[in-house]
T-cell receptor
Framework: AQKITQTQPGMFVQEKEAVTLDCTYDTSDPSYGLFWYKQPSSGEMIFLIYQGSYDQQNATEGRYSLNFQKARKSANLVISASQLGDSAMYFCAMREGQGGKLIFGQGTELSVKP | SAVISQKPSRDICQRGTSLTIQCQVDSQVTMMFWYRQQPGQSLTLIATANQGSEATYESGFVIDKFPISRPNLTFSTLTVSNMSPEDSSIYLC??????????FGQGTRLTVV
C-alpha cells in the first residue's frame, strides 16, 4: 500500500539559511508523482513543486528544489535562503498512476528565526 | 493553474445541523476531490466527485454523512450532515486535470459547538 512519511514534526532554521524537509514514500506503482505543499496558519494549501517518477531532473521552482532519490524512495524539499514568511506547515504528498487522489504525509512545521 | 473559490471560508455551527460547502472552479475540470483536515492532523480524502456519476467515498466516509453534488464540470458541493463537535475540521476541495497538478481551494474552517 502506498505510504508517505515525514519524520520531522518540527524544524527550525535561521533566516537566509537553507533547510531540507524530509519525505520518504512507498509504492509498488512505477508511475507516480510527488508534491509538496505549504500550509500557513490560514489553512489554505499552496502548491510548491512537483516531481514525476520518470523525470530525469530534480524539480526546481524558484527557491524550492526537490532532492529526488528514487532508489531510496525519498523526495526531500530544499528551501534556499529562508524567509520569515516561509514559517508554515509543509506537506509531502503522492499520487499513484492516473488515480488523481493524493496521499499526504503528517507534515513538518517549519519555523524561521530572524 | 485553476483558480478555486471555496465558501464559506469559516463557520461556527450548532450540533445536529448541516452545512453545505461550495467549490467553484474557473475552468472545466474532470476530477474534484474533497479532503478533511482534523485539528493538528494531515489531510484525508473524503471522496472523489466526478460529473455525471455518484461520488466515490473513501473508507470511513459515507454518503449519508457527507453527501456530495457535482452538477457540472466547474462546481461541487459537500454537505456535512447532522454535525457533532468531532466534525470540527478544515474541509478542502481540490481539482486536478493533469497528473502534474493538484490545486486546492482556500478551505472551510468548521467549528461545531
Amino acid at each position: 500500500a502506498q505510504k508517505i512519511t515525514q519524520t520531522q514534526p518540527g524544524m527550525f532554521v535561521q533566516e537566509k539559511e537553507a533547510v531540507t524537509l524530509d519525505c520518504t514514500y512507498d509504492t509498488s506503482d512505477p508511475s507516480y508523482g510527488l508534491f509538496w505543499y505549504k500550509q500557513p496558519s490560514s489553512g489554505e494549501m499552496i502548491f510548491l513543486i512537483y516531481q514525476g517518477s520518470y523525470d530525469q531532473q530534480n524539480a526546481t521552482e524558484g527557491r524550492y528544489s526537490l532532492n529526488f532519490q528514487k532508489a531510496r524512495k525519498s523526495a526531500n524539499l530544499v528551501i534556499s535562503a529562508s524567509q520569515l514568511g516561509d514559517s508554515a506547515m509543509y506537506f509531502c504528498a503522492m499520487r499513484e498512476g492516473q488515480g488523481g487522489k493524493l496521499i499526504f504525509g503528517q507534515g513538518t512545521e517549519l519555523s524561521v528565526k530572524p | 493553474s485553476a483558480v478555486i473559490s471555496q465558501k464559506p471560508s469559516r463557520d461556527i455551527c450548532q450540533r445536529g445541523t448541516s452545512l453545505t460547502i461550495q467549490c467553484q472552479v474557473d475552468s472545466q475540470v474532470t476530477m474534484m476531490f474533497w479532503y478533511r483536515q482534523q485539528p493538528g492532523q494531515s489531510l484525508t480524502l473524503i471522496a472523489t466527485a466526478n460529473q455525471g456519476s455518484e461520488a466515490t467515498y473513501e473508507s470511513g466516509f459515507v454518503i449519508d454523512k457527507f453527501p456530495i453534488s457535482r452538477p457540472n464540470l466547474t462546481f461541487s458541493t459537500l454537505t456535512v450532515s447532522n454535525m457533532s463537535p468531532e466534525d470540527s475540521s478544515i474541509y478542502l476541495c481540490s481539482v486536478s486535470d493533469k497528473n502534474t497538478e493538484a490545486f486546492f481551494g482556500q478551505g472551510t474552517r468548521l467549528t461545531v459547538v
